[in-house]
T-cell receptor
């Protein structure tokens, strides 16, 4: 079974509008972390936002916010006021386990976002 | 702002040759990782390294792969005898020790090394 599911292979959004990128996850561990990374066409992986499973509030980082719905096991990324530079691939990732020695990340298949002028 | 660096940015090699990919993690980080991304696919975990030893490795990380921290700053991935299917982008990442929350958990990625095996 997929641990991280991103059901939108591609998305369009108009510049200055908000967009939501979906991510659902599957884990039986009570402690886990959820991450979003941005990968522009140049290829690097840029950390955007983190949500811990015990965090009471949804994470926000500037124009990025994470809509964390624990019961539904979803961690959707919301980008407000889209900019042309937001056009990129976006990956959702999860670290599961009770702070084990590895901290490895499991990635989803990604969503390609294209911002239209 | 501190960042993870990787060299080379691109590497072309012949099948069967050995390659060494180099990484300099963020200086106060103690957990190091290698991931790979085959073109158009998702990012896959290869290996994690802590306290001078491998803490976890994936099934991809077979005997052809090895990691080393030869000094206090570098972290290397060696592929002993490259295969065509090793062609991918290889990312190094690092994170702080087990501090709870975002600061301890977040893995910062290097810019990647694009490896092409011919």
């Amino acid at each position: 079974a997929q641990k991280i599911t991103q059901t939108q292979p591609g998305m369009f959004v108009q510049e200055k509008e908000a967009v939501t990128l979906d991510c659902t996850y599957d884990t039986s561990d009570p402690s886990y972390g959820l991450f979003w990374y941005k990968q522009p066409s140049s290829g690097e992986m840029i950390f955007l936002i983190y949500q811990g499973s015990y965090d009471q509030q949804n994470a926000t980082e500037g124009r990025y916010s994470l809509n964390f719905q624990k019961a539904r096991k979803s961690a959707n990324l919301v980008i407000s006021a889209s900019q042309l530079g937001d056009s990129a691939m976006y990956f959702c990732a999860m670290r599961e386990g009770l702070m084990d020695s590895s901290y490895k990340l499991i990635f989803g298949s990604g969503t390609r976002l294209l911002v239209r002028p | 702002e501190p960042e993870v660096t990787q060299t080379p940015s691109h590497q072309v090699t012949q099948m069967g040759q050995e390659v060494i990919l180099r990484c300099v993690p963020i200086s106060n980080h103690l957990y190091f990782y290698w991931y790979r991304q085959i073109l158009g696919q998702k990012v896959e975990f290869l290996v994690s390294f802590y306290n001078n030893e491998i803490s976890e490795k994936s099934e991809i990380f077979d005997d052809q792969f090895s990691v080393e921290r030869p000094d206090g700053s570098n972290f290397t991935l060696k592929i002993r005898s490259t295969k065509l299917e090793d062609s991918a982008m290889y990312f190094c990442a690092s994170s702080e020790p087990g501090t709870s929350g975002m600061r301890g958990e977040t893995q910062y990625f290097g810019p990647g090394t694009r490896l092409l095996v011919l």
